[in-house]
């Protein structure tokens, strides 16, 4: 289910303090196929969908969990003037340096099997995770087009106003 969050509840009647009943009320992807959905059902309203298209075919939307050889691409994704292919790599947590290498060998499986040569196309990768560490930021600042980006989800219950 699009936009489907799983969390932790808290309630003040046990006698939890604003300050941690706020904390627990962070929503938490259960599972990155969670995360997943959220980005697909809410594409259009991030900034990714005003460059790029989710990759489809007549229609059906095959851009998620995209099948290669080499492993499942989360989201695949193409620039709206069709000049850039974007794989995105999401991690639900924290992610060691070990997803760059995975995302390179997405990213080459695409220039491989989906870049028309001699087109100008070419192929970006973007890492999208909760907190990023000192191991994949270093990994990163050798490596060219390769983005970082990270979430914050916020979930809150709100009485009606009368």
Not at 4 to 21: D, M
Not at 71 to 94: C, F, H, Q
């Given at each position: 289910m699009p936009g489907l969050l799983f969390f932790r509840p808290a309630l003040a009647e046990e006698g939890i303090e604003a300050e941690q009943i706020k904390e627990a009320a962070e929503?938490?992807?259960?599972?990155?196929?969670?995360?997943?959905?959220?980005?697909?059902?809410n594409?259009?309203?991030?900034?990714?969908g005003k460059?790029?298209?989710?990759l489809d075919n007549d229609g059906d939307m095959i851009a998620k969990?995209?099948?290669?050889?080499?492993?499942?691409i989360?989201?695949?994704?193409?620039?709206?003037?069709?000049?850039?292919?974007?794989?995105?790599?999401?991690k639900k947590g924290r992610s060691g340096d070990q997803v760059v290498?995975?995302?390179q060998r997405y990213m080459d499986w695409v220039l491989r099997n989906r870049v028309k040569q001699g087109d100008g196309e070419s192929v970006k990768g973007l890492i999208i995770l909760k907190n990023t560490d000192r191991k994949l930021e270093y990994a990163l600042e050798v490596t060219r087009d390769i983005e970082?980006?990270?979430y914050t989800v916020n979930f809150s219950l709100n009485?009606?106003?009368k």
């Amino acid at each position: 289910m699009p936009g489907l969050l799983f969390f932790r509840p808290a309630l003040a009647e046990e006698g939890i303090e604003a300050e941690q009943i706020k904390e627990a009320a962070e929503a938490e992807f259960g599972l990155e196929s969670h995360l997943e959905d959220f980005i697909i059902g809410n594409w259009d309203n991030l900034e990714l969908g005003k460059k790029y298209a989710l990759l489809d075919n007549d229609g059906d939307m095959i851009a998620k969990q995209y099948p290669t050889d080499v492993g499942p691409i989360d989201i695949l994704a193409r620039s709206k003037d069709n000049k850039e292919w974007l794989v995105i790599e999401l991690k639900k947590g924290r992610s060691g340096d070990q997803v760059v290498g995975q995302i390179q060998r997405y990213m080459d499986w695409v220039l491989r099997n989906r870049v028309k040569q001699g087109d100008g196309e070419s192929v970006k990768g973007l890492i999208i995770l909760k907190n990023t560490d000192r191991k994949l930021e270093y990994a990163l600042e050798v490596t060219r087009d390769i983005e970082l980006m990270t979430y914050t989800v916020n979930f809150s219950l709100n009485k009606p106003k009368k």
